[in-house]
């Protein structure tokens, strides 16, 4: 089983796993290859500022040397987190790794002494919503207007 670390967004293997994850995203979005200048201008907008220190958690998955997941959260307030970022490379798929990366987060979450945990996600990301459901999220009302959110998910980590 791959090594769970927290890292900083700006580690060289964070920002690895997270150029994968975003070319995995766009490619899926757009129905083709994502243009390595697309993923460039994603990480510039400073999508994952809010994943370290006070504001957040970030956590990547390494086997041998190299990032194969990854899995965020971002402070939103005293009592919640938002999960993001929850990427397994596909040659580490089928290992249960997501839901170890989720647990990480989980984990964090809770010694932040925030109770919940809640996410958005596209109809397209079949997987991802199938693992959040299988770790006990529920759907819920939309939180948020993103143009890429078309399901919300949130759990209450008071109770495992």
């Not at 580690?11 to 766009?26: G, K, N, S, T």
């Not at 397209?124 to 993103?146: C, H, I, M, T």
Request: net charge negative; charged share 30%.
């Amino acid at each position: 089983m791959p090594l769970i670390t927290r890292l900083d967004p700006a580690d060289p293997a964070a920002v690895a796993i997270l150029r994968r994850y975003l070319d995995d995203i766009i490619t899926r979005y757009y129905g083709r290859a994502a243009a390595d200048a697309e993923i460039d201008e994603e990480l510039a907008q400073g999508g994952d500022d809010g994943l370290r220190g006070d504001r957040g958690d970030f956590f990547v998955a390494s086997e041998a040397g190299v990032a194969v997941g990854c899995a965020g959260a971002r402070y939103l307030d005293d009592d919640a987190a938002e999960l993001t970022r929850v990427f397994v490379a596909p040659e580490a798929r089928g290992q249960g790794l997501g839901a170890s990366l989720v647990g990480a987060v989980e984990d964090a979450v809770r010694g932040s002494g925030r109770t919940t945990l809640r996410l958005d996600t596209r109809n397209d990301l079949v997987e991802a919503r199938a693992l959040y459901a299988k770790l006990g999220y529920a759907e819920v009302a939309p939180f948020n207007d993103s143009p890429y959110a078309e399901h919300w998910f949130a759990k209450d980590l008071t109770t495992r």
